[in-house]
């Protein structure tokens, strides 16, 4: 089974700086990873699929890059709202695995 | 508007059997296979698996097969996930989720919590 990893374990940006997340999955998995966002007491969220391609209503400064292997979610200048957990999912083998998420706290 | 609404919070004592569901609408119900996805106290998501809506076919992780059942009555449109004795540390919450035809989930439930005490 493949092994989604995301680092890092925690990310402290500032409001209107650049944050950078990873994902690394332990076999090519081509372009099928998708990205979540869950806040606090909420379900997750689908934000990106196609490892690049934002899902309906996610805003422009959320864009997905990477194929094989290494994957990375950028958010080019933070709103409140985004502080929250990230999580990549592979869908290209069974069982479709999350990574083990990244929070994106407030510095 | 696509949505799949949980039932409510569950509160059972170690062995007893319990059975969550899922209700889609909004969309085609048999259309979409329905996964489950589950968050334990302070952690992060595990895939658990799928069921179709056509014919309960399913697909399980390995961590869970056994361990859970997932069917589907498409005739009311609703997915469920059952136990059959229940453990302590079953005790997390379980969201259902669409996967969209091309494999990712969209959208989620709003989940069930499920707690388990002995």
């Known amino acids: 089974e493949i092994v989604m990893t995301q680092s890092p374990a925690t990310l402290s940006v500032s409001p209107g700086e650049r944050a950078t997340l990873s994902c690394r999955a332990s076999q090519s998995i081509s372009s099928n990873l998708a990205w979540y966002q869950q806040k606090p007491g909420q379900a997750p969220r689908l934000l990106m699929y196609g490892a690049s391609t934002r899902a309906t209503g996610i805003p422009a400064r959320f864009s997905g890059s990477g194929s094989g292997t290494e994957f990375t979610l950028t958010i080019s200048s933070l709103q409140s709202e985004d502080f929250a957990f990230y999580y990549c999912q592979q869908y290209n083998n069974w069982p479709r695995n999350f990574g083990q998420g990244t929070k994106l706290e407030i510095k | 508007e696509v949505q799949l609404v949980q039932s409510g919070t569950e509160v059972k004592k170690v062995g007893e059997s319990l059975k969550i569901s899922c209700k889609g609408s909004g969309y085609t119900f048999t259309n979409s296979w329905i996964g489950w996805v589950r968050q334990m106290p302070g952690k992060g998501l595990e895939w658990m698996g799928l069921v179709n809506p056509v014919d309960s076919g399913t697909r399980y992780s390995p961590s869970f097969q056994g361990q859970v059942t997932m069917s589907a009555d498409k005739s009311i449109s609703t997915a469920y996930l059952q136990w059959t004795s229940l453990k302590a540390s079953d005790t997390a919450i379980y969201y259902c989720?669409?996967?969209?035809?091309?494999?990712?989930?969209?959208?989620w439930g709003q989940g069930t919590l499920v707690t388990v005490s002995s």
């Open positions: 989720a669409r996967q969209t035809g091309g494999l990712w989930f969209d959208p």
